[in-house]
């Protein structure tokens, strides 16, 4: 109890010896004990701001590494589709070359059963990589999923209207892997 007594003057001793001290420095540069306070929560405020910035940052990129992840594991056969789609045109252009009366003879039946069978077999493999055929015949000019490569006069069609399919059109998943390039009819002359 004794000690609660003397505590005030004791603090009145060392207030004076600390006004004493700072006597001569400008008010500006003294600190009162209740500004560290405020310093130091205003800090803390900072603090938490750039963790939860830093966080939210953190976030992101992993969505981002992920989306990647989902994108590269979903295209990363894209390349080799592109590669293996002229095979596919050679084996068509090797079935539409077969004359039809060939196509009856017994000694070509086998080869073009057989032609005809590896058509099938890339098509199933194309369809179970989500690699689709574009249409294209009678549609109108899609640029976004056909490339025109002439005009040609037409009574029949409406001008911009695919009426040739020079060569097929992919799309792997979403994403176009080749343009179809196409014949677009114009207004006859």
Do not use: C, W
Request: charged letters at 35%; aromatic letters at 2%; glycine letters at 4%.
């Amino acid at each position: 109890m004794t000690d609660d007594k003397t505590q005030p003057s004791e603090d009145k001793a060392v207030d004076a010896a600390v006004a004493e001290e700072l006597r001569g420095v400008p008010e500006d540069l003294i600190e009162k004990p209740g500004d560290e306070v405020a310093r130091l929560r205003e800090e803390l405020e900072i603090a938490k701001q750039d963790m939860l910035y830093a966080r939210a940052e953190t976030q992101n990129v992993r969505r981002r590494l992920e989306k990647d992840i989902a994108d590269t594991r979903t295209y990363a056969a894209t390349s080799f589709a592109r590669d293996i789609l002229s095979v596919s045109d050679n084996l068509s252009r090797a079935l539409s070359s077969i004359p039809a009366d060939l196509r009856e003879d017994d000694k070509m039946k086998n080869l073009v059963a057989g032609i005809e069978a590896t058509g099938r077999e890339i098509e199933k493999v194309f369809a179970s990589h989500g690699i689709t055929r574009i249409a294209a015949m009678g549609l109108p000019l899609d640029p976004n999923q056909h490339q025109a490569m002439i005009e040609m006069p037409s009574a029949d069609a409406e001008p911009g209207t695919v009426i040739q399919e020079l060569q097929a059109g992919y799309m792997i998943k979403d994403r176009l892997l080749r343009p179809a390039m196409v014949a677009v009819a114009k207004k006859p002359d």
